[in-house]
């Protein structure tokens, strides 16, 4: 697994016009495949009028899947200057529809390329992106006289808390760097004068 990447925190759409043609690049981060193509679609359906609703996207931490569409624009002037603007970026489960409006004014090749690009690129400045850091899944179980200091200090040493269970015992789920883990083990056993358990689970991504 990627140790990090990085993907855009929200859903927002951003217009640029050139020589009369609009093109408004809609963002939004997805989890899978088919929720990229499921905005792809929604995004389209708001736009029926539209000359052409282009999309990239990227899913998975190491960009294993990648996708494209011209929807119509000339081969390889729309939907991969949108693909090559997301990896050259960087950002990693995120898809992107350009709508272009068609305003009268040919762009030729590389003007649509730019154009296509260009939108992608000042959505994501426009939008701005987040940081997701790879973390292991770790059960702090400790007493319910213990749980409340222990859960503010978790947090003001900024560990990631990600649940808190109260039953017999209170269980907190963290998430935790891999390298993080010896030193933890030992903060914690002085923290909660060695009361505690730690059990370490699988692994997951959470805000850097």
Request: aromatic fraction near 6%.
């Amino acid at each position: 697994m990627q140790e990090q990447y990085r993907t855009v925190p929200r859903a927002g759409v951003h217009e640029i016009e050139i020589n009369k043609s609009r093109f408004i690049c809609a963002l939004a981060p997805a989890a899978t495949e088919q929720e990229a193509q499921e905005f792809v679609r929604r995004v389209r359906a708001e736009h029926p009028t539209a000359t052409h609703n282009c999309f990239a996207y990227v899913i998975g931490a190491d960009g294993g899947v990648q996708k494209a569409s011209d929807d119509g624009e000339p081969g390889g002037t729309a939907g991969v200057p949108m693909l090559q603007m997301l990896l050259r970026r960087e950002v990693r489960y995120v898809v992107a529809v350009v709508t272009r409006y068609y305003g009268g004014v040919k762009l030729g090749a590389g003007g649509l390329i730019r154009a296509y690009g260009g939108a992608v690129g000042e959505a994501l400045d426009a939008l701005g992106t987040i940081t997701r850091q790879r973390f292991r899944l770790a059960t702090v179980t400790v007493d319910h006289q213990r749980a409340g200091k222990l859960e503010n200090d978790l947090r003001a040493t900024g560990r990631a808390v990600r649940e808190v269970r109260y039953a017999e015992a209170v269980t907190i789920e963290v998430g935790l760097p891999e390298a993080d883990l010896d030193a933890f083990r030992g903060w914690l056993a002085d923290t909660t004068a060695g009361t505690a358990t730690l059990e370490l689970g699988g692994e997951a991504y959470g805000d850097a």
